[in-house]
């Protein structure tokens, strides 16, 4: 076989494996589109919650009543936004890590923390190891030895 045949016959091998790629997509398209459905729902469950979050710490309440309707609030935009097939337990999920979320972004919150609220000490803060001191001393210059000389 020449060069030029074993060209043809890469290009036909590297055609009929493109088809079957092809294929093989072809036929879980379904799968893959109910996947990426699927993340884009809990992307779009992790805003409503953390709007729905601030929205209800805003109106107040006791801790239950906020977490209920935080719930009635999530549920609500989800189904107006065609999404039905979301559980109660994820739902709180979302809530309890939106909470989560929040707390750590308020510095309000953080400056009533008396651990994170209190001034360091000078001799507490920790300095890079990879740097070396400074010498004190400048050391008396030496003709220099060489090295390579056979000198025993």
């Known amino acids: 076989m020449t060069i030029k045949d074993w060209i043809y016959l890469d290009i036909t091998v590297a055609s009929y494996i493109i088809a079957v790629v092809a294929g093989v997509y072809a036929k879980d398209k379904a799968k893959i589109n109910r996947t990426t459905r699927a993340g884009q729902a809990y992307d779009v469950l992790g805003k409503v919650a953390t709007n729905a979050v601030h929205e209800v710490e805003f109106l107040g309440g006791t801790s239950k009543e906020k977490r209920q309707m935080g719930y009635e609030l999530i549920n609500q935009a989800l189904h107006y936004m065609g999404i039905n097939d979301v559980t109660a337990n994820m739902i709180y999920g979302a809530l309890e890590k939106a909470v989560a979320a929040m707390h750590l972004a308020d510095v309000e919150e ?3 923390d008396p ?16 740097q070396l001191p400074k010498p ?12 390579t000389a056979d000198d025993k």
Do not use: G, H, R, T
């Open 110 to 112: 953080l400056e009533k």
């Open 115 to 130: 651990a994170v609220n209190q001034d360091v000490d000078e001799k507490d803060i920790m300095q890079p190891v990879d």
């Open 136 to 147: 004190e001393k400048v050391a008396p210059a030496e003709p220099a030895k060489d090295v």
